[in-house]
């Protein structure tokens, strides 16, 4: 039985692309691309000519019962401008009927803007909640954030240009001033990637240019300091074990909330 073949494609930089889907795209009977001309640039960069047709969300429903027609004939792949199919993009009514029609639907994987924004990010991130994108309106993006404001976990989402700045100003009334990471045009020529808070980041972008997507960082809890006696007791013990009072000083520090002055001063004698 013929499948239909989910096809990830570079975020930028053409070269991002597997073997694997150069070799899917070139063997196909048809690429389902959400604008043919951006798929028709990476074909070519590949000589791939394999024939295209549009499925986007202008025509998504007209052409499902065109395209599950095509799959009688031979292999489909779907490709979106960027990244991987169905994550903010169209495709997932595509999927759907095919499973319905019992298609095989075979998934090609590669790039994708939310690993690669995490690796670009300083902070570790274990877990992570993504939102795409946050919404056109004001009240739709200020909703949402507050709606997840109690995560402690990185809240990951996708920004325009032209809205960044709205956005970064209703992360920071909605969340506080967190720590973010935004990442600019990544894998492309003016990749760029800011680390910092949001107000600063706000000062930073004052005139934002291309894509970004936004790491935004869970708050650290707030420490209850430790008392003097378990500092001194702490101290102790890292000077019994043979280290030196400015190193044990700076490690107490961490571990209590307490200044490494504080701590310092508080060396057992």
Not at 130 to 144: A, D, H, P, T
Not at 250 to 257: K, N, P, T, W, Y
Request: hydrophobic share 40%.
């Amino acid at each position: 039985m013929n499948s239909l073949y989910i096809v990830s494609t570079p975020i930028g930089n053409l070269e991002d692309i597997t073997l694997r889907a150069i070799r899917m795209l070139s063997e196909v009977h048809l690429i389902a691309a959400e604008d043919t001309r951006v798929t028709r640039r990476l074909l070519s960069r590949y000589d791939i000519h394999t024939p295209l047709t549009s499925y986007n969300d202008h025509n998504k429903f007209s052409k499902i019962p065109r395209l599950l027609e095509s799959l009688e004939i031979g292999d489909l792949a779907l490709v979106s401008d960027a990244g991987t199919p169905v994550i903010n993009d169209p495709g997932y009514e595509l999927i759907r009927s095919a499973i319905q029609h019992s298609i095989p639907v075979i998934p090609v994987p590669g790039v994708s803007s939310i690993t690669t924004a995490i690796v670009l990010s300083e902070w570790e991130i274990g877990r992570f909640i993504y939102l795409g994108f946050l919404g056109r309106k004001r009240k739709e993006r200020k909703e949402l954030l507050i709606e997840y404001e109690p995560a402690q976990c990185t809240l990951i989402c996708l920004e325009s240009p032209h809205r960044l700045r709205d956005t970064l100003e209703d992360i920071l009334h909605a969340l506080g001033d967190r720590r973010l990471t935004v990442c600019r045009e990544m894998t492309k020529l003016y990749e760029e990637s800011f680390r910092g808070t949001v107000s600063t980041a706000l000062s930073h972008f004052q005139n934002p240019k291309g894509e970004f997507s936004l790491l935004i960082i869970p708050p650290i809890p707030e420490l209850k300091k430790w008392s003097d006696e378990n500092v001194r007791s702490a101290l102790l013990s890292e000077k019994q074990a043979g280290e030196s009072r400015r190193q044990a000083s700076a490690l107490i520090a961490f571990q209590s909330g307490r200044s490494r002055r504080e701590v310092y001063a508080l060396w057992p004698k």
